[in-house]
Each structure stands twice: as C-alpha cells, then as structure tokens.
C-alpha cells in the first residue's frame, strides 16, 4: 500500500464507532442517499462488531486528522463452491474527505481490506459499489456479480 507523503494509516478501535458513522452518513450524503445515523444507529452497531473483531477498519490520516476510511466486515457465510470456508469479508464505508480525494487513499484502502482479507485466508471479498467507486474497484479485479434485492415489509 503506497501513500503519498505525510498520510499515513492507523487501525479503527471501538473508539472510533462514531467517526466511522459520521464517515458512512458523508459516504451516502456524496452519493445523493438520504442518510441519517440518528436512525441508522450504526454506531452503536459497528462499535459491537470492533469489539468483537467481526469488523476492522482503517483511517488514513493526514496532519492529525482522519480523512479518509474504510471497513471490513468479516461474516459467517455458508460454504459454497467459490471457498469452502465459512467465512466471507465485506467492504463498506469507503469514504474520502472531497479536498483529499484523486489520491490514491481509498485505492490504498482498499488494498488493505485485499490483504487483511488474503491474511485471513477467506477467498471472497464483496462490495455494493457507487457510481463513483466502481472504476476503482473494477480496476483492482472486482467484478459485478448476480445478486439480486428485495425490501420485505415487515409492517
């Protein structure tokens, strides 16, 4: 993972879970989504999962700041025949602050969700890419897959 001069990487702790709900609402702000966290209660969630270690994240940060992120949700998955093992990684919450961005931070970001990934010896890492994301991530391997939505009311 290369970084341009002065930014460096540093692991998300459970400290973290409210900058990674406040980098999630600006990620969906950005993309045009309605977002908003006093209803999603992701912090609250992501906090659990840090804690459990089913969720890793990191934060590029740049003269003291965290200015971009990304996290890893490591999740139980049947066995299927692309990996046998019952675990998947999921990446979300990819988001850079407008003034860093062109960079090479969420590449860079990436890149360590790939490598963690590889180190844990789980074969799939999926995403739900935006408009804006998809030319990276089509650029490092990933491909569109055949999955399908449906919303169920629960009312």
Do not use: C
């Amino acid at each position: 993972m290369t970084l341009p001069a002065g930014y460096t990487v540093r692991p998300a702790t459970p400290d973290d879970a409210a900058l990674i709900a406040a980098q999630r609402e600006a990620m969906f702000t950005d993309m045009g989504t309605e977002y908003r966290e006093t209803v999603a209660q992701f912090a609250p969630w992501v906090e659990r999962h840090l804690q459990a270690g089913t969720y890793v994240g990191w934060f590029v940060v740049y003269e003291g700041e965290e200015v971009a992120g990304a996290g890893l949700l490591l999740h139980d998955w049947s066995p299927h025949y692309l990996d046998p093992q019952p675990l998947r990684s999921y990446l979300q919450n990819v988001y850079t602050r407008p003034e860093h961005r062109g960079r090479g931070l969420a590449r860079a970001l990436t890149q360590q969700a790939i490598e963690e990934t590889r180190r844990r010896g789980i074969r799939t890492l999926s995403l739900h890419a935006s408009k804006f994301g998809r030319p990276l991530y089509e650029q490092l391997g990933f491909a569109a897959t055949n999955e399908m939505r449906l919303v169920v009311d629960t009312e």
